[in-house]
């Protein structure tokens, strides 16, 4: 089934849809243009203008609903940008409004526990100003009817999540951190930034409607390579391979900034990139392939590294990479595999939240140590934590009837059907999971206690535990929700397309119990090696396999070799030709024009009478000038 | 013929925003005779605003009214599309100049004194201003809304002298550095009183040529007359040069960064907009419509002049020291850029998108030129507003704010997008491409690379050099100043990022073309 036709849409809460993205724009202008006046109540106007986006965005999802599914893609022009050319606009369908939903509603929950979270921090007005800035400019990247509305959002988001991650500047590594993320990023939006000229040149027009228009056209079209490029945006912005280092660094940011931008929302844009570009990929199968490709090497390598992480958040952000290389399978895949994409996208989005403000409370509770050697039995210190952080685990291990298991389920079907050796490899990495995730539990709440002299651990505050009990109850029942009854496949088709035949929920499909055996059997060598038996407070030294994993597989060090140490190169060559060769043209250019400029400054003597005569030369040449011309 | 003279017939409701200035004006001077010196200013600065207000308001009335179609008072003045645009236009600018105006001890205390002289000394400390500035500006600013309206080369002559003639004493008017104000004052007076006989020699041509200074019977004599056509090319020529003097074309631009550097800088500020946009509508008016049949033979000479103007602001600009004298060079260098679209003519579908495209350009080249004066009239030291650029170095350590909202007003200039600027330069340059202008497009786009140079200078100087020990510091801006700033700062970013309401109104004023 193909996508249906965008209809213009005025009037009502869709029309008045930017208010999402002018009232989080508005708190941050406020914020960070009214200084220290608003240190008082920046954290509450902050959360105010979450929360209201997020009602917007419900009362339009509401009104979307009452139309037909066959009208629920609704464009809402804002204004011509450059006149036949750009129109400015917003897309209100299926798609965009459950990312709308997601991140307003999680990104709220975020917002009133970073209130509890940044008590303490003397720049809480300030971390409260980026939140709304990066909520904003999601929203704008999700909302935008064009690839240039996307862009724009794409680099606010990038802005915000620099920002964030070098929150705390005065500590070098979340400097470098962010330093990192921002030039990791540049390649990924050069990337898509060609990708969009590309898109212009072909089609000329950035909308989704005119490029679906040029599509339906025909002509000759350089798919693939658009594809491709886009997809290298897709791979910095959603830290899939080979541009997946600066995710993990990116933990340098405070916790409820991993929760919201590094593992529910900003990473997973490269999926709905991918799948909003669909049109595109579903044209190529070469592009195709690469995407799925890319998202199994993902899944494999983020779980790989989750396994020997002792950093209880590096471990997180290695599962986050994991996850999103199954949103990416899944939406190379095509529409079979789209609406799996979106729904394990948004149950990610609230059980990874869920572990990450978990694991915010347990950093909290121990004076901000993240090591999980310096853990242990802290399920009866902390319950509230430790419950909701095990419904998470539970979740996205894959146990049956959570959220985890109804869509990660759904992937690795689809996967295993549309090609068997990534299929199978997904499973795979299902099993990993199912080992490092329960690594991460055994090591953290249960156990002896390993915890340094001075801590003194204790439940969090009502203001943090509530956004982890919400956000718990959604990762327990959001998967049942969407994907039974292929609720969710149904409900995305005006926006994505669906597959003639819709897909039958097996429980017990060979496949399935596979995945299960595999997920029991990697827990199961979890609980020997960290649940039942002795944690060491240092880590050992372990195999040449286990330091592979802890070393990021080497991911930093093949940048090094293979870009960062040519590139230095590169540099050097490059100023020493800019210095000899185009400087040298270019300062005599300038010193040129310089030179002419300092020579016909004499002409300006200030004697009026030169002045004078000036303007009566001039007028004589304008009189000759004329009669030569009209006499021509 | 039996002696009586018939009266004409006046339509004041079309006219009625420049009888309000003017009407403002002439109470203004009552003011100064009668009411005591401590009450002046109180009672002048209601009066302009009020006056300023009411008149845009009335041409906000016309045009909720409807356009006129045909020019009133018997055919003198043409009250149409483009003139309540500009209008507008005029209108706003002068009022925010107003403020500048008002704000600050910017006018000497006794202009009559001998700079330096003990009863300069003695003004001072009585607290003595020179409270006629406000009805100068008035007249000023009469002058202005009538000039780009004038269907009739004589009335376009007074409006010239009108505009003018209180510029010229305004000019001379500084506080500080009075001898160069003085110098500035007189400078401008005898080349402006130069460029204004060559203006009215022109038309005493034209007049020998056409029988007529009504611009519309000009028009219609073009084809009509054979044989006069030496009258006919000098009077144009004249007319032409008196003109460009008062845009500051090239070669006729040499007055204007003396002028604009002597200048107290909210006068600057009126000049460098109100001034630049009514003469553009003037120019606008004599080319297209008495000379319109004629552009085969003007928009050759009009390419000269343009490339001209464009090199010779640019070029000149980056040597330049001291930040009024640069902006000067750069008002030059827009002028420049705006005759781009002056000569981009051929069909009406053609002429509409020209004529909008410059009157857009001059709305968002008015608000950023306000702008940037403004800030200018903040940046002092001992001796008064800090003009030299090695001053402004630091600044932005210093000021951030201050020196960031200059930098963005740099950048309009310079024509970066999302700001007002670059959607002017798009306009002009994307209808002087379709109106077959595009070696002079070229020319434009190198140039403004060339403006570009200078003004990120500034910015680089205001930021990344470190200020200097004795270095200027900026005032606190009174609310005044810091409203004209905003208002700028503002219009620059709607119009970069929003520029479609503007455009519009742009192009339903430009649609019906000047009337006849």
Known sequence: MEPAEIIQHSGGVIGASWLMIALPLLGAAILLLGGRRTDRFGHLLGVAMSVAAFVV??????????????????????????????????????????????????????????????????????????????VAAMLLLVLADNYLGLYVGWEGVGLA?????????????????????????????????IGIFTIFATFHSVSYAGVADGIAKGGSIPFTAIGLLLLLGACGKSAQ????????????????????????????????????????FQATDTAQLVVTIVGVATLLAGAIIGTAKDDIKKALAGSTMSQIGYMMLAAGIGPAGYAFAIAHLITHGFFKADMFLG??????????????????????????????FFIGYLAIIGFPLLSGYFTKDGIIETAVEHNAILGWLAVLGAGITGFYMSRLVFMTFFGKKRWEADAHPHESPAVMTWPLI????????????????????????????RPEELPSFAPFSPTGLVTLALVAVGAG??????????????????????????????????????????????????????????????????????????RMRKVQTGFVRSYALSIFVGAAVLVGAWFVVGNL | MNGNIPAPTIEYAQLAPMLVVFGAAIVGVLVEAFAPRYLRSAIHLPITLLSLAAAFGLTIWQVVKGVPTKAAAMGAVAVDGPSLFIWGTILVLAFVSVLLINDEDHFVAAAAAVPGSAEEEQALHAGAGHTEVYPLVLFAVGGMLLFPAAND???????????????????????????????????????????????????ALLYGYAGSVDLAKISTALGAVGGQDTLLYVGAAMLGVGLLFKIGGAPFQAWKPDVYQGSPTPITALM??????????????????????????????????????????????????????????????????????????????????????ILFYLVAYGFTTVGAFAIVTMVRDAGGEAWHLSRWAGLGKRSPLLAGTFAFFLLAFAGIPLTSGFFGKYAVFQAAVSGGALPLVIVGVVTSAVAAFFYVRVIVLMFFSDPAADGPSVVLPSRGTALVVGVAALATVFLGVFPQPVLDLAQNAAHSLFVR
Not at chain 1, 163 to 175: E, Y
Not at chain 1, 265 to 273: D, E, K, P, R
Not at chain 1, 365 to 384: F, H, Q, S, T, W
Request: proline fraction near 4%.
């Open chain 2, 272 to 357: 460098a907009s109100g001034t630049l946009v009514a003469a553009f509508g003037a120019l606008l008016r004599v080319f297209w419509v008495a000379l319109g049949g004629l552009d085969w033979d003007w928009s050759p000479v009009l390419w000269g002049v343009a490339i001209l103007t464009m090199i010779v602001g640019a070029v000149l600009a980056i040597t330049q020291t001291d930040i009024k004298r640069m902006l000067a060079y750069s008002s030059i260098a827009h002028g420049g850029f705006l005759l781009v679209g002056v000569v981009a003519t051929g069909t009406a579908a053609q002429n509409s998108a020209s004529l909008s495209a």
């Open chain 1, 525 to 598: 060598f979890a609980w020997v090696r960290y649940g039942s038996a002795e944690v060491p407070a240092v880590a050992p030294r372990g195999s040449f396999l286990t330091t592979f994993a802890r070393r990021d597989l080497y991911g930093d060090a093949l940048n090094e070799a293979l870009f960062m140490r040519p590139g230095q190169w590169l540099t050097r060559l490059a100023v020493f030709f800019d210095n000899r060769g185009i400087d040298g043209l270019v300062n005599s250019l300038a010193a040129l024009i310089g030179g002419t400029s300092g």
């Open chain 2, 153 to 203: 080369l004589l009335v376009m002559f007074v409006a010239l002298e009108v505009m003018s003639l209180p510029l010229y004493l305004l000019c001379g008017l500084a506080r500080r550095r009075r001898l160069l104000s003085q110098e500035a004052a007189v400078k401008y007076f005898l080349l402006g009183a130069f460029s204004s006989a060559f203006f009215l020699y022109g038309t």
């Open chain 1, 359 to 388: 694991a915010g409370s347990v950093m909290h509770a121990m004076n901000d140590e993240v090591d999980m050697r310096k853990y242990g039995g802290l399920r009866k210190l902390m319950p509230i934590t430790f419950v909701t």
């Open chain 1, 470 to 497: 919400i956000l718990s109850v959604g990762a327990v029942v959001l998967g049942a929700f969407l994907v039974l009854g292929n609720r969710f496949m149904i409900f995305l088709a005006p926006a994505v397309g």
């Open chain 1, 241 to 280: 391979l080979p541009l997946q280092s600066w995710l993990l660094d990116a933990m340098e940011g405070p916790t409820p900034v991993s929760a919201l931008i590094h593992a529910a929302t900003m990473v997973t844009a490269g999926v709905y990139l991918v799948v909003r570009s669909g049109p595109i």
């Open chain 1, 161 to 193: 999540s620099y920002l964030l991650i070098g929150f705390w500047q005065h500590k070098p590594s979340a400097a470098t951190a962010a330093k990192k993320a921002f030039i990791v990023n540049r390649v990924g939006d050069f990337g898509l930034a």
């Open chain 1, 57 to 134: 965005a419900a009362l339009a999802f509401f009104q979307l609903l009452g139309f037909a599914p066959g009208e629920r893609r609704r464009g809402v022009s804002l204004y011509d940008l450059i006149p036949g050319i750009t129109k400015i606009g917003l897309l209100v369908d299926p798609l965009s409004i459950s990312f709308c939903l997601l991140i307003t509603f999680v990104g709220s929950l975020i917002h009133i526990y970073s209130i509890g979270y940044m008590a303490h921090d003397p720049a809480r007005r300030r971390f409260f100003a980026y939140l709304n800035l990066f």
